[in-house]
């Protein structure tokens, strides 16, 4: 397990659909700043720098060297991690594993993505050449096309699926770091938005948002010097699945990459009863079937039973298992950053920093990252040390 | 607040050209559908797996694949999508469908269009026909769609 570690700051943009305050490092910087003054740390107490982005959205390679300075890079060990939607939960467990090695005894990622500096489409054409490129490029239909198979699968409907966007961008409103915020949305106006891409209309998908968010690690001894409630690393675990959509089997029902991440990581903190153990979870949901996908994939409930979660409401605010109080990827999403905006999230809710969203008596928290085609991170926070 | 402040926005463009090369493998794949309108795979020794399109090794198996094997050209739909609105990369206008096709005798599937674009008509399970591009050139829309069989 390596040594003990915990996120002791966290720090994020406001993110929306287009920041022409900042440029891209600024953007890095404006989240770095902001985790180090909620660590109450300066730059020179980070020993280790790692970013997470899509690099090709915004046109740009090298977003290390490009944008490394923003989160205090210069003259120190830094580099990125880029896995398409992973990129922010795997530059996360990239920060874990430097200070759990013991080689370093703090560590600072920041994932950022700055969507309007861009052409996303393009980023997602950027794949494999000879196969997938030409008929399934950008994100839209991409997504959509594995959710009929899923529905054909677990009889999952439109309206359980439209009540997973209400959800995410009503706990919005309770986070001023949120993209979407909307209060007042109802399950008729998420099914009479336009449809994308068979059959998912424009409220069942996350947007596309500017923002970057930072989380700052510390070896033990620190963390508890530093913070009075460190948020303590328990499983962190990545697995990665095919490349190509055709080799993916049932993408959103058999998501083996995430069943076995969360077998592993399940295991080695002893969970058994996931709804009932975790007191609050922050997955990655590109788009709202995927949450409901997920539930039965976490162990929320078994197959088919993931949109009675959703109809009975236990993973609203007030329910068993609060998923995603801060709304979400649907409610927010700069990609390179979304996977370390569900760490931060998750972390905040054990420091108890979470203000209008925060859950009461916070202590294991799941958190989830997905990527690419079927790539899956799956994290387990606590304040519990061991 | 600040994403209401107006900057100064760069706008440009940049030329991207590649010139990838498909190995042996793939090269062999693009043939037999330009020449033969052939679908091919690969089958895995060690898992019985038949890999289309065809690959130099298993994945799972993380060992070479051996035989070829013709596939298709029919095969089941296993899922699919209509996509309503135009982007930059779609191969044809809007409404554009595309699915994920299990061929016949191939153990993978295959991303590709559809030429049938109402939903009505597209279920998971429905069989289906490559149609062939009357001009080919050694390339995966060799293969123009898939037709309702
Ligand atoms: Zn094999």
């Given amino acids: 397990m390596g040594r003990r570690t915990a996120i002791i700051g966290t720090g994020q943009t406001r993110h929306c659909s287009k920041r022409e305050d900042v440029n891209q490092m600024e953007l890095v910087y404006e989240a770095a700043t902001a985790a180090l003054k909620d660590a109450e740390m300066t730059v020179k107490d980070i020993d280790a720098v790692v970013l997470a982005n899509m690099e090709l959205f915004e046109g740009r390679a090298l977003p290390d060297m490009w944008c490394g300075e923003g989160a205090g890079a210069f003259m120190k060990h830094a580099f990125k991690i880029s896995t398409g939607g992973t990129s922010g939960t795997s530059g996360a467990i990239s920060g874990y594993y430097h200070v759990a090695s013991g080689l370093f005894n703090t560590a600072m990622v920041v994932g950022f993505e700055k969507h309007s500096d861009g052409n996303t489409s393009a980023g997602m054409a950027l794949t494999d050449p000879f196969w997938d490129r030409h008929i399934a490029a950008a994100a839209i239909g991409n997504f959509a096309l594995s959710v009929s198979e899923y529905m054909a699968d677990r009889g999952v409907t439109e309206e359980q699926s439209a009540k997973v966007a209400v959800k995410a961008r009503r706990n919005a409103c309770n986070n001023p770091h949120a993209h979407l915020q909307m209060p007042d949305l109802t399950v008729k106006e998420v099914l009479e938005s336009p449809m994308l891409a068979y059959p998912v209309h424009r409220l069942e998908m996350c947007p596309q948002s500017d923002g970057a968010c930072a989380i700052i690690y510390a070896g033990e001894e620190l963390a508890k010097k530093k913070c009075s409630r460190p948020a303590w690393v328990r499983a962190a675990v990545t697995r990665h699945d095919h490349i190509y959509l055709g080799e993916v089997k049932n993408r959103l029902s058999t998501i083996r990459s995430l069943k076995e991440a969360a077998r592993v990581a399940y295991k080695m903190v002893g969970i058994k009863e996931p709804l009932k153990e975790f007191d609050v979870a922050e997955i990655y949901d590109p788009l709202t079937y995927a949450e409901i996908a997920w539930y039965e994939a976490l162990g929320f409930c078994k197959d088919r039973e993931g949109g009675r979660l959703i109809d009975d409401g236990l993973t609203r605010m007030d329910g068993e298992l609060p998923v995603n109080p801060s709304g979400g990827v649907i409610s927010t999403n700069p990609v390179g950053a979304s996977g370390t905006i569900r760490v931060a999230e998750g972390a905040l809710q054990i420091h108890g920093k979470g203000g209008k969203r925060q859950v009461p008596d916070v202590n294991l928290v799941l958190v989830t990252g997905y990527g690419v085609y079927c790539w899956s991170d799956v994290m387990i926070l606590s304040g519990r040390p061991d | ?149």
Avoid at chain 2, 117 to 131: E, H
């Fill in chain 2, 1 to 149: 607040m600040s994403d209401r402040f107006k900057g100064m926005v760069l706008e440009g463009k940049l030329d991207l050209p590649f010139s990838y090369s498909a190995g042996r493998t793939a090269s062999r794949f693009f043939i037999e559908l330009r020449d033969h309108q052939r679908i091919m795979g690969k089958r895995c020794p060690r898992c019985n797996r038949v890999i289309v399109p065809a690959q130099l090794f298993c994945k799972e198996c993380f060992t070479k694949t051996d035989d070829w094997v013709e596939v298709g050209p029919e095969g089941t739909l296993i899922t699919f999508t209509v996509v309503y609105r135009k982007e930059s990369h779609h191969p044809k206008d809007a409404p554009l469908a595309y699915g994920i096709i299990r061929l016949d005798g191939a153990d993978t599937s295959l991303v590709h269009l559809l030429a049938e674009t109402d939903v009505a008509q597209l279920q998971p399970g429905r069989r289906v026909r490559a149609v062939f591009s009357k001009k080919r050139i050694g390339h995966i829309l060799d293969i123009n769609h898939f037709e309702m069989a």
